[in-house]
């Protein structure tokens, strides 16, 4: 990572791996800033194996940059829950970490405010919402030509 990317969000779609539930984890490493948004509305501390892959990428930021941080201060990441719409089944999980991924996007931010953004914020995704989120997915599959 080079210093230009200080201002960058990266992106971590996390599967629990529990039944499948996908969630979003947007970083920002050279911050030590994590956005977590879940669908289900749960606590980060429910996934600890997706702690375990944050406090992995950070530390790794933390050697390539060099940066000795003291031991008690080593957990010092910054966990920001963002209240993010809400998924009413269990199916849905996917599309809604897609479109948490393009909304965030769309807005060119370097942050996610802890109530979403204004543009986008709503108790629950439309079926329209996601149905486009959906076709977006098959066409970029189609265009990669990995079927």
């Not at 406090?55 to 010092?76: G, H, L, M, S, Y």
């Amino acid at each position: 990572m080079a210093d230009t990317d200080r201002e960058k969000l990266f992106f971590l779609p996390f599967n629990t791996g529990d039944g499948g539930h996908w969630l979003l984890v947007a970083i920002n490493p050279f911050k030590e800033i994590v956005y977590y948004l879940d669908s289900l509305h749960k606590d980060w501390t429910t996934y600890p194996a997706m702690k375990t892959i944050v406090d992995t990428i950070i530390q790794t930021v933390r050697a390539q940059r060099k940066i000795q941080v003291p031991k008690r201060k080593a957990n010092n990441i910054t966990w920001n829950r963002v209240e993010c719409p809400r998924q009413r089944n269990n199916i849905d999980c996917g599309y809604y970490t897609l479109r948490f991924m393009k909304e965030t996007l769309l807005m060119d931010r370097t942050d996610i405010p802890s109530d979403y953004f204004d543009e986008y914020r709503c108790a629950y995704y439309s079926k329209d919402q996601l149905d486009e989120i959906k076709e977006e997915l098959c066409q970029f599959i189609i265009e990669l030509q990995v079927l």
